[in-house]
């Protein structure tokens, strides 16, 4: 995949989820603005419906006193209208029987009312009994002492019902109620009370508590009832929270419909708003935000596996190129001694001929060897490789590693110490891998070194652990190639020197294998300074 091509795949992906997060932070932030405006408007609500019902009762309350004041003065005046002397009855029948009466009033005509005399006798004594209450001022009458002579005797008491026809005193009720009304009405319109003496804390309290909970809003709250014009709080349930209650957005007229007078405002503040808002939206909020961390987690794997697959088809090409030449270069040397070899002359002479056959030989060892690496690194990918776990002796084969390198350390005149200073060095480990360890680690250390080689290797126990260094001083190298030294084929520039040759499974080699004896391999390097290879192994003491 080229370049240009990859960019443009991440570039678009990028475009894709940056779109699909905004889209995210729009819905969220359109949700939190939903539940905002509705709970805003809840509450407007509940108060508007605060404010009417403490007006409605105040007015029923007003209203309820007034009509109780004017009954009273109406009861005396019936009272008096209605009083007047009544004839003898027609006609009286016995106990429990209808008495019918005949009366005249001036100017109103005869008109006829009746009347239920209670009566009970037990042998030959009478007994009184009357269950006629008077239920009405128009009902109240004063009676003839003829009929309480005649009755006297049988009665307790005696209901009339007498009612009015006159029309001049019908209008002049009708006349009395609308003036009594218009009254009620000047004084609600014109309310002469104080509005302290109008408020009742405990039962604004129930309402405001009643309403909101109609509205499923169950938080807690601090109100206040105050005059703008005067400045002054009336009313409020927490004096500490009076500055957050000023500064509320939610008011209304407590009293909107007074005329005159000052105007008042009930307040109330919620201080767990903003908590009670996000509560609303956890759910929604936090999906939303799990889905986002996915959107992006599954983003940043898929360009890290892109990028990574780019790498390694540029490695893999490398690979193959390396490979190609490394395969050559034996390949034509056995080439070239084999023409020689077919050489009459050079066949006759003997030195020359096992001179040349000693050279295919060594070739022939080098080719096996390279495609030994490369199997071995098949096997490890398949997780079929083999060891042959045994306590192994590792200063032991640091010797024979050593006394397998030494020519080419001595062809590039270099040195290599050793400081073994492990009391204990023995590891459950593969004898042959290990070998190829150190055999990779040490041709790395002389292939790096610009000059001379100068390499130490250093053992030491710490905590049941051998610590294994192999230090050079060679080249160095960056701190991105350190993090990538031991991927496969992976290989590090190695600037001026043209000659370094590989394939880039050497280190990737090494790790596999160290794991697989449960330890570490670690990398320390600086530019131009050299690089230390850290091996951690756990010590067995069989």
């Not at 109780?68 to 009286?92: D, E, G, M, W």
Request: charged content about 20%; hydrophobic content about 40%.
């Amino acid at each position: 995949m080229s370049k240009n091509r990859l960019g443009w795949i991440i570039g678009l992906m990028s475009i894709a989820v940056i779109g699909l997060i905004a889209f995210q932070w729009y819905w969220i932030n359109s949700v939190i603005s939903g539940n905002k405006d509705r709970f805003q408007r809840d509450v407007m609500t509940s108060l508007f419906k605060v404010a009417e019902k403490l007006e409605r009762r105040e007015a029923l309350t007003f209203v309820d006193k007034k009509l109780r004041q004017s009954n009273t003065n109406s009861k005396i005046n019936t009272a008096a209208i209605l009083k007047r002397q009544f004839s003898a009855p027609s006609t009286v029948s016995g106990g429990g029987s209808i008495v019918s009466f005949q009366d005249s009033i001036d100017g109103l005509g005869t008109f006829n009312f009746s009347m239920e005399i209670m009566t009970q006798t037990y042998g030959n004594a009478p007994i009184r009994k009357t269950d006629y209450p008077f239920s009405s001022p128009n009902e109240i009458v004063q009676m003839d002492p003829a009929i309480l002579s005649i009755f006297g005797n049988y009665l307790d008491s005696l209901g009339i019902s007498l009612p009015i026809h006159n029309f001049d005193q019908a209008l002049k009720k009708v006349s009395n109620k609308s003036n009594m009304m218009m009254t009620l009405l000047e004084e609600m319109m014109h309310p002469q009370i104080k509005l302290v003496n109008r408020l009742d804390l405990v039962q604004l309290d129930s309402l405001l508590k009643f309403e909101l909970a109609q509205k499923s809003i169950y938080l807690d709250y601090d109100y206040a009832v105050f005059e703008p014009l005067s400045g002054q709080l009336v009313g409020i349930n927490d004096p500490l929270a009076k500055d957050q209650v000023l500064k509320t957005d939610f008011k209304t007229n407590l009293f909107p419909n007074d005329l005159l007078g000052e105007p008042s405002l009930l307040l109330i503040n919620f201080p767990e708003q903003k908590k009670y808002l996000l509560e609303k939206i956890l759910l929604t909020l936090s999906s939303s935000a799990l889905l986002v961390l996915l959107i992006l987690a599954c983003f940043g794997y898929a360009v890290y596996i892109i990028v990574r697959q780019k790498n390694i088809s540029l490695m893999k090409t490398d690979f193959i190129n390396n490979m190609t030449h490394e395969f050559k270069t034996p390949i034509a040397t056995i080439g070239l001694a084999v023409e020689a070899l077919l050489d009459k002359e050079i066949s006759q002479n003997i030195d020359m001929k096992m001179k040349y056959l000693g050279i295919i030989g060594e070739e022939n060892k080098r080719l096996s060897s390279q495609v030994s690496h490369v199997l071995q690194m098949a096997q490890i990918d398949r997780k079929e490789l083999k060891l042959a776990l045994t306590t192994i002796d590792v200063h032991e084969i640091i010797r024979q590693a050593v006394e397998k390198i030494s020519i080419q350390i001595e062809n590039k005149s270099g040195y290599l110490n050793l400081a073994l200073n492990a009391h204990h060095y023995t590891i459950k480990g593969d004898q042959g891998h290990m070998l190829g360890v150190l055999l990779n680690l040490l041709d790395n250390a002389i292939k790096y070194s610009q000059d001379a080689p100068n390499i130490i290797i250093r053992t030491q126990e710490r905590f049941e652990t051998l610590v294994l260094s192999i230090k050079d001083h060679g080249i160095g190298m960056s701190k991105e190639a350190q993090r990538n030294i031991f991927q496969k084929f992976y290989r590090v520039s190695t600037g001026d020197l043209h000659d370094v040759k590989g394939f880039g499974l050497g280190l990737s080699y090494a790790k596999e294998i160290i794991g697989l004896f449960h330890g570490t391999i670690e990398v320390e390097s600086d530019l131009n300074k050299g690089t230390n290879f850290i091996i951690k192994l756990p010590l067995t003491h069989e």
